[in-house]
C-alpha cells in the first residue's frame, strides 16, 4: 500500500505544474514515437499470442498479463504506416537476425486494458506542456497524431491513440431519449459550454450528446486555446458567471493540459466559481487524487455518453439551484 500511495504523489507532483511524462519507442524504424506514461500499467517483450477468430485485422491475438487477457494491437499497423511488424516466437527474439526488438506496451484507456505491439522501447522524459505542440496545419484529418515535439533535435510524433481505439471497436453513442431533462434544460437553452479537446473523435462524441440540450457549443483545441478564449469574453465584458454553463476539459493537451488550465481558473477571480468536468481517457489510481488536487467539479471517463449527459445536467441543476 505504501509503494501505491508513493507512486501515487510521485506522478501528482507533476498536476498543475503543466507537465508530463512520455513513453518513447520505435514502431519498425528510427522514428520516434510516444504515449504518455499516465496510461501506461506495463513494458514487456512480446509473449506468445492467442489468434482470436474475426478479429480486428490489427489486433494479432491475446496475451496474459498479470491475471487477465489482454488484447494485442499492432500499433504500426493501426496507424496505416504500412505492414505490421512481423510477430517473432518469444524463443527467437534475441536472434541476431531480428534487429527490430518486438514489445508490447500495456495500457489502461477508459477502464479497459489492451497491449500496443512496438519496436523498441527507447526511454521516459519528462517534459512541459508547453514543449508539446499540435500537429502542422496541411497534414490533414486522418492523420493519428494528436501533437508533436522534439527530443534531441528530433521530431516525436504522438499517438492519438483514442482514434486508433475508436477504429478497432467503434463507441456507442448512444443517449436514450428519457436521460434529457427537459424542463431542467429549458431554463438554459441557447447558453454557452465550452468543450475542450484535441480529439477529433472526443469532440464529435460531446457533440452529439450536448447539442440535443440545446446548448451553444464552443470548442477549443487545447488549454491555452480555451484559456485565451475566457480572457477575450473576459475583456468584452461577457457575463460568464451566467452565461457561460460550464467547462469540459479533457486532460492530456499541446501546450496546456486541462489540470494546468482548471488551475488557472480557480485562481481568477472572475472565473473561479467556474464548474469545471474533466473529461479524459486517463483511469486509475491517481484519479481521485488529480481530480482533488486542481479542483474539478466532476471527473468522467471518455467516450461514456449516458454518465456525460446525466453529469452536465446534474451540474446545470446544481448552478440553477445556487443563483439567487
Not at 505490421?84 to 486494458?113: C, F, H, W
Not at 480529439?199 to 480555451?226: F, H, W, Y
Amino acid at each position: 500500500m505504501s509503494d501505491i500511495l508513493s507512486s501515487v504523489d510521485a506522478r501528482t507532483q507533476l498536476v498543475g505544474q503543466n507537465r508530463l511524462e512520455l513513453l518513447l519507442f520505435h514502431l519498425g524504424g528510427h522514428q520516434y514515437f510516444a504515449i504518455n506514461v499516465f496510461k501506461v500499467q506495463e513494458v514487456m517483450r512480446l509473449p506468445p499470442l492467442t489468434k482470436i477468430p474475426d478479429a480486428h485485422p490489427c489486433v494479432r491475438g491475446v496475451c496474459h498479463v498479470r491475471g487477465q487477457t489482454v488484447p494485442v494491437v499492432d500499433l504500426r499497423s493501426a496507424i496505416r504506416l504500412g505492414a505490421g511488424l512481423s510477430i517473432q516466437p518469444a524463443m527467437q527474439q534475441d536472434s541476431p537476425k531480428d534487429d527490430q526488438p518486438r514489445n508490447i506496451i500495456v495500457t489502461e484507456y477508459n477502464m479497459t486494458v489492451q497491449a500496443f505491439q512496438v519496436g523498441g522501447v527507447d526511454r521516459i522524459v519528462n517534459m512541459n506542456w508547453n514543449d508539446i505542440l499540435p500537429p502542422p496545419n496541411g497534414t490533414g484529418r486522418n492523420h493519428y497524431l494528436t501533437a508533436i515535439t522534439r527530443i534531441d533535435d528530433r521530431i516525436v510524433e504522438i499517438i492519438d491513440v483514442e482514434k486508433v481505439l475508436a477504429e478497432i471497436a467503434p463507441y456507442n453513442e448512444q443517449v436514450s431519449a428519457d436521460v434529457y431533462q427537459q424542463d431542467v434544460l429549458e431554463q438554459v437553452r441557447g447558453k454557452d459550454i465550452l468543450i475542450v479537446d484535441d480529439s477529433k473523435v472526443a469532440i464529435e462524441q460531446m457533440r452529439t450528446v450536448l447539442e440535443p440540450m440545446g446548448l451553444n457549443i464552443i470548442e477549443a483545441r487545447n488549454g491555452l486555446d480555451a484559456y485565451q478564449m475566457l480572457m477575450h469574453w473576459k475583456e468584452q465584458g461577457k457575463d460568464l458567471v451566467n452565461d457561460l454553463l460550464m467547462v469540459i476539459t479533457d486532460a492530456e493537451m499541446p501546450e496546456m493540459d486541462g489540470y494546468m488550465l482548471t488551475t488557472e481558473i480557480r485562481q481568477d477571480p472572475e472565473l473561479k466559481d467556474t464548474f469545471v468536468i474533466l473529461h479524459t481517457s486517463l483511469s486509475g489510481n491517481f484519479n481521485k487524487a488529480m481530480v482533488e488536487k486542481v479542483g474539478c467539479n466532476g471527473f468522467l471517463s471518455k467516450f461514456k455518453p449516458q454518465d456525460l449527459a446525466e453529469e452536465v445536467q446534474r451540474l446545470i441543476r446544481e448552478k440553477l439551484e445556487s443563483q439567487p
